[in-house]
């Protein structure tokens, strides 16, 4: 399974989802009094993060494996002091073994586009929440992602989304949905650089990457692959993001 590393070149990927937690904190109001669900949450980084901010945070994820490792570092007290509101469970995103609104608010990042039957995982993640729960999601954007023969390159990923596409599924079961990006670029602005420069890193098999100062390496990143701060996009004037990040709220007139 695909799995986010703290180490290595995966480090910036691994700061990209913590911005995404710290937003999803932000952005969900009085949080301190809140049951917050992360779905898939892997080894639990990002459901640590949302217990220090919510009342409770569980986590789930269909890895065992990813589950035990997340409950020797977050729930064991052996590394670091015990997380006392925090729970991580092994359960299937599609078929969640909690009763009907049970959580205040839910986040997903780069879940979407893992799971078989995503309606259906929306569907789960609708029906857990409370009336006017809120879910934070990142999914990647399809315009921006490679894909091959019309399906993503990345070989973990079944399907990719556009902005419509998102909008048409979420709109299934949340009132009112805004939408967010990060990682943004603007595409008519330095599009032979970002190319050359991706080219490079793709063919830096002998990771010479490593041998780059630190904050050149970052700039190469910014140009790259944007701006990791999540904002609005401004389509009209050429900017993209690399993910969509979508805020979604139910209400009377969700069809969930």
């Not at 009085?30 to 409770?56: E, M, T």
């Not at 590394?79 to 729970?87: E, F, K, M, V």
């Not at 995103?93 to 205040?104: R, S, W």
């Not at 569907?123 to 006017?132: A, N």
Request: net charge positive; with cysteine.
């Amino acid at each position: 399974m695909e799995r986010v590393s703290f180490f290595g070149d995966d480090r910036s990927v691994y700061r990209q989802h913590l911005i995404r937690y710290r937003f999803a904190a932000q952005n969900i109001g009085g949080i301190g009094d809140k049951r917050v669900l992360d779905v898939p949450c892997g080894i639990g980084y990002g459901s640590d993060y949302l217990a220090r901010h919510a009342r409770w945070s569980t986590g789930i994820d269909i890895s065992s494996q990813a589950i035990a490792a997340g409950i020797g570092k977050y729930l064991t007290g052996e590394t670091r002091p015990l997380t006392q509101n925090l729970s991580l469970l092994v359960m299937d995103a599609q078929a969640m073994q909690f009763p009907d609104a049970i959580f205040d608010a839910a986040v997903s990042f780069e879940g979407l586009e893992h799971v078989p039957d995503p309606k259906k995982m929306l569907s789960e993640i609708s029906r857990v929440l409370k009336d006017d729960g809120v879910l934070v999601l990142s999914t990647p954007n399809k315009k921006m992602s490679k894909q091959k023969r019309g399906k993503p390159q990345n070989p973990f990923h079944l399907q990719e989304y556009t902005r419509e596409e998102l909008e048409d599924m979420l709109g299934e079961h949340f009132s009112d949905v805004k939408f967010y990006g990060q990682n943004i670029v603007n595409l008519r602005e330095g599009t032979v650089k970002r190319k050359v420069l991706k080219t490079l890193a793709s063919l830096d098999f002998l990771r010479l990457r490593r041998f780059i100062r630190g904050t050149i390496r970052r700039r190469i990143i910014g140009d790259t692959l944007g701006d990791m701060d999540i904002r609005e996009v401004n389509e009209d004037i050429g900017e993209a993001p690399y993910y969509w990040i979508a805020v979604c709220k139910k209400g009377e007139s969700s069809q969930a």
